[in-house]
Structures are given as C-alpha cells and as structure tokens.
C-alpha cells in the first residue's frame, strides 16, 4: 500500500515556475508508475506527465512537454513535477498517483493524494 501527500503549489504569475512535490510512504513505492494528474473546474481529469518504476522512462502529454519536467527520488521516496513558462491554462488542482502500468488513464491508478492548487494568472 502507498500513501502520497502532495505540496508545493499556490498562485503565480504567467511565466512564473513551481516545483510540485508527492512525498510517498509504504514499502512497495519503488515498484510503481507515478503520474501526475490535473482538473480544472468544469473539465475532466487529464494527465500530465509519467514516469516508470526506476525513472527511466517519461511521458508528457504534448501540452506541457518542454516546459514540466517529472522526475523520482526512490531513496527519498518523493515524486517531483517541475513546471516552469507556466500559462494561465495550467490553472488546476494537481494530484499525484501511483499505479501499476504505462498508462495515462486515470481509473487504472491505485492510489492517489489529496491535491494541490496551482493557479497562474495572466
């Protein structure tokens, strides 16, 4: 079992950057796909960004690619979403996720954190 508690956001002017931080607990974190997740109000869960047990492969869906960058830290066992040229459309709650596949549907993950805000104005 996982447990993930995210932090790091809040609100930023466009352009700005913020670095997103999913802390994990529970011994099986290392065997897991990461994903970062965001909602806006009034649109539908979209995926951001992936990364496989051990970090060597990353996915970004196009959005976002160049500009978020996702990494892990398994001894720390922490997950990182590095967001920088952020625009006013990267305004949602994010939320961390692990689960068991390369994928970026979001039902297929297993465990989930709380969220967190991200805002960015124009």
């Known amino acids: 079992q996982v447990q993930l508690v995210e932090s790091g956001g809040g609100s930023v002017q466009a352009g700005g950057s913020l670095r997103l931080s999913c802390a994990a607990s529970g011994y099986t974190y290392s065997n897991y796909y990461m994903g970062w997740f965001r909602q806006a109000p009034g649109k539908e869960r979209e995926g951001v960004a992936r990364?496989?047990?051990?970090?060597?492969?990353?996915y970004y869906v196009d959005s976002v690619k160049g500009r978020f960058t996702i990494s892990r830290d398994n001894a720390k066992k922490t997950l990182y979403l590095q967001m920088n040229s952020l625009k006013p459309e990267d305004t949602a709650m994010y939320y961390c996720?692990?689960?068991?596949?390369?994928?970026?549907?979001?039902?297929?993950?297993?465990?989930w954190g709380q969220g967190t805000q991200v805002t960015v104005s124009s």
């Open positions: 990364i496989s047990p051990t970090g060597a492969a990353t």
């Open positions: 996720a692990a689960g068991p596949r390369a994928t970026m549907r979001w039902w297929e993950y297993n465990y």
